[in-house]
């Protein structure tokens, strides 16, 4: 089935099957250059969202967040643009299904976490918080869409690239064959090799599934870390290896964290953005802004707050998933409004 053929059945079985009314979002914006952050390609039945930031490699900031959320009042900032041209779109009944894709050579390396890391420093917490709210709430949205949604993974994607795609119906991998990719866009598969890879491949999945739940099929990353270092030390196998350091280099505190995976969408990114809120906050710990180590410093050598696993309290990591205090906004989701969808 050509990608052609794809969106058409798409649009037909999809679109009016899920159509219903849906009251726009009441996002003020404005015009200016930020708008340049998220450009528009238009068809006759479909829209283009290209994130346009190719120096930051399509980060996310709360102008491009905010913008892709409104775009009936037909202009905005760069986050909230995402959300406000979805947001028409999602209401127009003459678009079919729509696409999102990056510039240059990424689709989207996640937040704008040097931007984060410098307003945390300089105490403009309101700034990074607003940026949370508005990125899981565009996220829920593609989520919960009710039109066919690409997106086109056609470079460097990750963190929150990944989640502003994945919620969405179909992510295409893109390579140098047309036909994998429509493979993958119609779920005849799931991912996409070069043929070349393909030996190795079967070769590692011989053992794969068994190592996996070895490893990890443990309720604490005490329990994770100790099979995987008997693992390693036993086959010295290099997945084992590589995956060991990661986990040893890692933040201890985030290690800990592993809530979430029996819980709904919405649930998800409610308590995603209370973390969120916490890890800003540096009441529990400093650990957010060592990011300092990767994208701003770059000397690759963080500074955890709590060095080792032992050192992890069960108070620290039930803080982190805490509400928060009265005072404080939590992020509003239109549940009601799109269960069916959720």
């Known amino acids: 089935m050509s990608l052609k053929r794809l969106v058409t059945s798409l649009r037909r079985d999809s679109l009016f099957r899920f159509k219903r009314n849906l009251s726009p979002l009441p996002i003020n914006s404005s015009v200016g250059d930020l708008q340049n952050e998220v450009l528009v390609e238009g068809r006759a039945t479909s829209r283009i969202a290209i994130l346009h930031r190719p120096s930051s490699l399509n980060a996310l900031n709360t ?67 607003e940026l949370f709210r508005t990125a899981y709430s565009f996220i829920y949205h593609v989520g919960t869409y009710l039109k066919p949604h690409l997106a086109i993974l056609n470079g460097i994607t990750m963190g929150g690239g990944a989640g502003i795609s994945i919620p969405g119906t179909f992510r295409l991998a893109t390579g140098e064959k047309l036909s994998g990719a429509e493979m993958i866009s119609c779920g005849v598969a799931t991912q996409l090799s070069h043929t070349e890879k393909l030996p190795l491949i079967e070769e590692e999945l011989g053992n794969l599934d068994e190592v996996l739940y070895k490893c990890f099929g443990h309720d604490t990353v005490e329990e994770i870390i100790d099979a995987m270092e008997s693992e390693a030390s036993a086959t010295n196998d290099p997945w084992c290896n590589s995956t060991l350091k ?33 890890g800003i906050s540096k009441q529990i710990s400093n650990d957010f802004c060592e990011v300092r180590a990767q994208v701003v410093d770059k000397d690759f050598a963080p500074k955890w707050e709590s060095s080792s696993l032992e050192k992890v309290s069960n108070d620290m990591v039930d803080q982190y998933f805490a509400p928060l205090s009265e005072s404080e906004p939590n992020l509003e989701l239109p549940t009601k409004q799109r269960e069916a969808f959720n």
Request: with cysteine; aromatic share 12%; glycine share 8%.
């Open 63 to 129: 102008n491009v967040v905010k913008f892709l959320i409104a775009f009936q009042l037909r202009f905005g900032t760069s986050c909230a643009r995402l959300h406000e041209l979805y947001a028409s779109w999602e209401n127009d009944p003459n678009i079919g299904f729509v696409v999102m894709k990056g510039s240059g050579r990424a689709f989207c390396a996640g937040g704008d976490i040097v931007a984060l890391y410098h307003l945390i420093n300089e105490g403009k917490i309101e700034e990074c918080k």
């Open 246 to 278: 990661k986990l040893t280099q890692a933040s201890p505190l985030s290690l800990k964290i592993r809530e979430g995976r029996f819980q709904t969408f919405d649930q998800c990114w409610i308590r995603e953005y209370r973390m969120s809120c916490q």
